[in-house]
Every structure is written in C-alpha cells, then in structure tokens.
Nanobody, 124 residues
Framework: QVHLVESGGGLVQAGGSLRLSCAAS??????MGWFRQAPGKEREFAAT????????YFADSVKGRFIISRDKASSTVYLQMARLKPEDTAVYYC???????????????????WGQGTQVTVSS
C-alpha cells in the first residue's frame, strides 16, 4: 500500500499556473497519476508517470498545458499546470497503481491508492 498526501491546490485566474505535489510513502509505486473530478461529473484521468522509466501519459484535454514529473529522492510527483481554463476546475487526486497498458493507465480502477484530493479553482 502507498500512502499519498497532496498539496498545492488553490484559486487562480484563467491563463494562470499552479503546481500540485503528491508525497508518497510506503511501497514504491509502479505508476503515479493525477485524476480530477468536477462537481456532478465522474473522476477522470489527467496524467500519469511510470516511476522507474519516467514515461508520461496525458489526457487530450490537458496535453501541452500540464507536465507531470517525479523526484525519486523525495518520492514526490508533481503536476505543473499552465494556461489553466475554468473547465480545469475540479478536485485533483493523486493516485498510485500498476496499470500495464495505455488503456489501463487512464482507468480509475487500475489505481489502488488515492490521496485525499486538493481543490483547484480557475476563475474566468
């Protein structure tokens, strides 16, 4: 089991930037990702990084605007978000798991450990 603690959410104007952090403790994850859930909507995939090799994957909606990275020394994964839009407003969750295919990477059910979530609000 991996214990995850997120930080870095907040309120930002459209076009602005935010960086989310997720500190992991416990077992070294195979992959760590970020999902988000807007009010009244299902939780959706945003980005994932494979811990050992650093391969990254992004949802089309954030590609080119978000960057996911990890620091092995501190067991922390980051989500750098730029050119934020009001539709990026959501609770962002850090997740750890072992998705083995590109399809599985985007699936909520393929991540066993979740953080508590951090609110990101983008004003227009």
């Amino acid at each position: 089991q991996v214990h995850l603690v997120e930080s870095g959410g907040g309120l930002v104007q459209a076009g602005g930037s935010l960086r989310l952090s997720c500190a992991a403790s416990g077992r070294t994850p195979y992959a760590m990702g970020w999902f988000r859930q807007a009010p009244g909507k299902e939780r959706e995939f945003a980005a994932t990084i494979i811990w050992s090799g650093g391969n990254t994957y992004f949802a089309d909606s954030v590609k080119g605007r978000f960057i996911i990275s990890r620091d092995k020394a501190s067991s922390t994964v980051y989500l750098q978000m730029a050119r934020l839009k009001p539709e990026d407003t959501a609770v962002y969750y850090c997740a750890a798991g072992r998705p083995l295919t590109t399809t599985q990477i985007m699936g909520v059910n393929n991540y066993a450990s979740w953080g508590q979530g951090t609110q990101v609000t983008v004003s227009s």
